[in-house]
């Protein structure tokens, strides 16, 4: 079992600077890979970035402006979100899996409860 819980939401303006973090508990969390995912109101959730051993994964509407890194020593990992756009506005959750740096939420198995993040214009 991994119990998951996120941290650092909140509103920033757009061209400034957020960092996200997935605090970790559970067994052996360097063996999952994690991924974050966002869902606004109306949308279905998406998939922001994920970090695996020693590969990540970005999706493109983020790659150059949001990065993902992880501390195993920590059991932490963050997302740092640089020139946020008012179109990233949305609960941002974090997620662990087994199944690699993927991008289908349905390959994850344990799911943080999710951080408001707003970016004003």
């Known amino acids: 079992q991994v119990q998951l819980v996120e941290s650092g939401g909140g509103l920033v303006q757009a061209g400034g600077s957020l960092r996200l973090s997935c605090a970790a508990s559970?067994?052996?969390?360097?063996?999952?890979?994690v991924g974050w995912f966002r869902q606004a109101p109306g949308k279905e959730r998406e998939f922001v970035a994920a970090i695996g051993r020693d590969s990540t994964n970005h999706a493109d509407d983020v790659k150059g402006r949001f990065t993902v890194s992880r501390d195993n020593a920590k059991n932490t990992v963050y997302l740092q979100m640089n020139s946020p756009k008012p179109e990233d506005t949305a609960v941002y959750y974090c997620?662990?899996?087994?199944?690699?740096?993927?991008?289908?939420?349905?390959?994850?198995?344990?799911w943080g409860q999710g951080t408001q993040v707003t970016v004003s214009s």
């Open positions: 559970g067994r052996a969390f360097s063996r999952y890979a």
């Open positions: 997620a662990a899996g087994s199944r690699g740096v993927v991008r289908d939420p349905t390959d994850y198995d344990y």
